[in-house]
């Protein structure tokens, strides 16, 4: 089933005008059907064909042909027209034109007086806001040269403070009764009169004045306490937070005070202020004096012993309150170190038992020594008790070798009972001592000489 398009829709899709389609389609180079409306519609296909093709040209009559009268007769309608040709019809047609003309004049006159109503309307909006412009840029430039005065009137009355300040005033001095009178005068609005700008200011800076002598007076003060503290919180480098906490405390408490306190109240207020510090101080230093004792209380003890004693005691001591009693603190000390004094002394312990066991080795192989030195000494008597007896005939030996042989084999049977003989008596006599090689002789001999 094929689609049509109307002469608008195929105007669009070829970009044209929907006058020239429908001409085209007149002129029949186009090809179209009517709807049951009388509508002219273009079929799909050949929608698509005059895309591809191109829009034909518009056929024109051939150059000097002439319309063809009509023939007499009956009145007959021309192709094209709705009636035949009359200079009433003409007339007609002539009426058409006209009236079209007369619609396009008004047309166009509407139109001229709305842009004519816009442009008017235009020119006078432009106007109005020109004058706005021009209304706020002499507000601005009014507000920007009342500041303008406002700030000359401010600088000039700033330099006024600062002139009434005495040279030698400290560069602060200077800079707060700056900052207060810009404070003071930036919030009024608008600036009162000279007279009262300038009671306002020497308001001021009298009472920088006052309050910067109250300062220096309550430096001083300060500074006078300070000097009463202990030498360790003044010196000491440990101790420089707790002297930057004392001045902190003393300064704010005395800054507390009215302008006009006594020197007298402001040093008690500081000394009372130093007070939670000097306790602090005092209980850190009878903390470190309980630690030191730490050496006396765990004798013999190695320097890591030592040392975790006294992390173990600084521990405890830190679960105390400030201000706890000695007896307290020792007591917290003592109990703290009971596991490492224990440990010390099962150390010391071992390590005497391990001396001890050196010192008899040490002993006994001194004693070994001495012995096995002795028996060297006194085994030759092995040799005469061998001749003693040969002379008694107790002994006969096949020759002198035979006597040397027998006598090394002794030597070698006795030295070793002659040397623990000597380490069980190392005071025995040298008497003693050959009658001990003699027994060990008797012992042995006659093994040696079966051998």
């Known amino acids: 089933m094929d689609l049509y398009y109307s002469t608008g829709q195929v105007a669009e899709e070829l970009n044209v005008t929907q006058d020239l389609i429908r001409r085209l389609c007149q002129a029949g180079v186009i090809k179209f059907e009517l709807s049951p409306g009388g509508q002219l519609r273009i079929a799909k296909s050949e929608v698509e064909r005059l895309k591809q093709t191109g829009l034909p040209p518009m056929p024109r009559p051939l150059p000097g042909a002439r319309r063809r009268a009509p023939a007499s007769g009956p009145a007959t309608t021309t192709a094209g027209l709705c009636a035949p040709p009359s200079d009433a019809l003409i007339h007609s047609a002539e009426q058409v034109i006209l009236l079209g003309n007369e619609v396009k004049a008004l047309r166009l006159q509407r139109r001229k007086e709305v842009e004519l109503d ?22 601005r430039q009014s507000a920007i040269d009342a500041e303008r005065s406002r700030q000359e009137r401010l600088l000039t009355w700033e330099q006024f403070a600062l002139g009434v300040v005495p040279a030698d005033a400290p560069p602060e001095l200077r800079l707060e009764v700056h ?5 003071r005068l930036s919030d009024l609005e608008p600036l009162p009169a000279d007279a009262t700008c300038r009671q306002l200011v020497e308001s001021i800076v009298g009472s920088a004045m006052r309050r910067s002598g109250s300062r220096k007076e309550s430096q001083a003060v300060v500074q006078r306490v300070m000097r009463t503290l202990p030498l360790d919180i003044r010196y000491e480098p440990v ?11 003393m300064t704010e408490a005395v800054n507390q005070l009215p302008l006009d306190a006594d020197p007298e109240l402001k040093e008690s207020v500081a000394r009372r202020a130093a007070v939670p ?19 006396k209380l765990i004798p013999g003890a190695s320097r890591e012993e030592r040392e975790l004693g006294r992390r173990e005691v600084t521990v405890a001591l830190e679960q105390l309150p400030e201000g706890a009693s000695q007896s307290s ?18 150390r010391l312990d071992c390590e005497r038992r391990q001396v001890d066991e050196v010192n008899r080795k040490r002993q006994e192989v001194s004693a070994r020594s001495s012995a096995e030195l002795r028996a060297m000494l006194t085994i030759s008597h092995v040799d005469e008790a061998l001749r003693i007896m040969e002379k008694q005939d107790e002994l006969e030996f096949d020759s002198f070798a035979d006597r040397a042989n027998t006598s090394a084999r002794l030597k070698e049977r006795i030295r070793p009972e002659l040397v623990e003989s000597l380490v069980r008596t190392p005071a025995m006599t040298a008497a003693k001592l050959q009658e001990r090689i003699v027994e060990l002789m008797n012992v042995h001999l006659d093994s040696v000489l079966e051998s």
């Open 239 to 249: 101790y420089a937070q707790a002297k930057d906490e004392a001045l902190h405390l």
């Open 118 to 139: 816009h442009l008017r309307k235009r020119e006078v909006r432009l106007q109005r806001e020109g004058q706005e412009q021009e209304d706020a840029e002499r507000a």
């Open 277 to 295: 510090v000097l306790e602090r101080y005092q209980h850190q230093k009878a903390c470190e004096a309980v630690i030191a004792s730490l050496t």
């Open 179 to 183: 900052a207060a009178v810009r404070t």
């Open 329 to 346: 603190l020792e007591a917290v000390r003592d109990q703290a170190i009971l596991p490492i004094q224990d440990a010390v002394r099962r």
